[in-house]
């Protein structure tokens, strides 16, 4: 007899791919013959607004592999990737994007690292062809502002395309925060990390559907939802404002009932008593933000800590 075949689920998220679709599954078909694992598809259709899901349907009547989970509407890839995740039955679980950008051969070395002992491991961009300049600018500024502010570090070109051992899958579905950026919380899992570079090819059919002003909400997303420097910028902001006009305040003072050098009309001290006020409400507003970052942390309710195994004595 031979040895049980492992179990691979592959996840793909799916809006407005339906000329993509059956390519993409050709594709995917051709590659698991022979790669000594049995597999899963789980396709989320994303509330696509074209066919795909009649696409999908197609291939999920013929081929029982196939699992399609259908949303009422549009909620965004990092909730469809999640619903995937969530459903994965397979000893680990892989991410592709669902119009070809991200090469499907490469997935024998995502198993390979696996294999050898990784439990997540990243695709990692080397190029990207067709993606204009505000993009490439954008995400730039992106990683370099979220990885000096926040406590997660995140790899700049890392990309959705991902395995994810049985261990991190169950780590991941006990996260229960809504606003999410899944790579984002993937990294904030840690585990043992290994990393897949590739070239992503241009998209097949359809456009990209992350709008610039997506792009730009997810950014912020995940600038909220990672680190805690937003909050802390108001007060930042009153306390140099209130030393700034506090000391301008005093030079006023000074002159007028001792040195007498400069005259000061009584407009440019009223702004100056202004900026000083407004500097100590900004403060306020700093301290309340103190307490809003508090109740975050304890809202976002993120498990304290991860742990990969623990041997526990019996008995105790
Ligand atoms: N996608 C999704 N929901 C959305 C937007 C995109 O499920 O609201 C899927 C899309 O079908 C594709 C993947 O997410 O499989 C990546 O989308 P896209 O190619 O538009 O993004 P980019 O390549 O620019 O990251
Ligand atoms: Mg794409």
Not at 35 to 59: H, P, T
Not at 164 to 176: H, Q, S
Request: proline share 3%.
């Amino acid at each position: 007899m031979t040895e049980a075949r492992k179990n691979i689920s592959l996840i793909v998220p799916v809006y407005n791919e339906e000329k993509n679709i059956p390519v993409l599954y050709g594709k995917i078909k051709d590659f698991v013959v022979g790669s000594g694992y049995d597999w899963e598809f789980i396709f989320i259709n994303d509330g696509s607004a074209d066919k795909s899901i009649l696409e999908l349907e197609k291939i999920s009547q013929a081929d029982p592999r196939v699992a399609v989970i259908d949303f009422s509407r549009n909620f965004g890839k990092e909730i469809a990737v999640t619903a995937g995740i969530n459903r994965a039955k397979g000893e680990a679980c892989i991410m592709i994007d669902a119009d070809l950008q991200h090469p499907i051969e490469k997935i024998s070395e995502f198993l390979d690292k696996w294999e050898k002992g990784a439990e997540v491991v990243i695709g990692v961009r080397q190029s990207n062809k067709g993606e204009g300049l505000v993009k490439k600018f954008g995400s730039y500024f992106f990683y370099k502002i979220i990885n000096s502010i926040s406590d997660t570090k995140i790899v700049p070109q890392a990309t959705d395309y991902r395995l994810l051992d049985r261990v991190v899958i169950d780590e991941f579905n006990k996260l229960t925060e809504k606003n999410r950026m899944t790579r984002a919380l993937i990294d904030w899992l840690g585990f043992r990390r290994e990393f897949v570079y590739f070239n992503a090819n241009e998209r097949l059919h359809g456009v990209p559907s992350y709008s610039f002003f997506k792009l730009v909400r997810l950014a912020f997303n995940s600038m909220v939802s990672l680190s805690l420097f937003p909050l802390r910028v108001a007060g930042y902001l009153g306390i140099f404002i209130t030393i700034a006009s506090g000391l301008l305040g005093i030079f006023i003072m000074i002159n007028r009932y001792f040195t007498q050098q400069f005259y000061f009309s009584g407009t440019a001290i009223l702004a100056v008593i202004i900026l000083f006020l407004i500097g100590i409400v900004l403060i306020c507003l700093g301290l309340i933000a103190l307490y809003i970052a508090n109740i975050h942390a304890e809202v976002n309710n993120r498990p304290m800590y991860v742990i990969r195994k623990a041997k526990i004595k019996k008995g105790e």
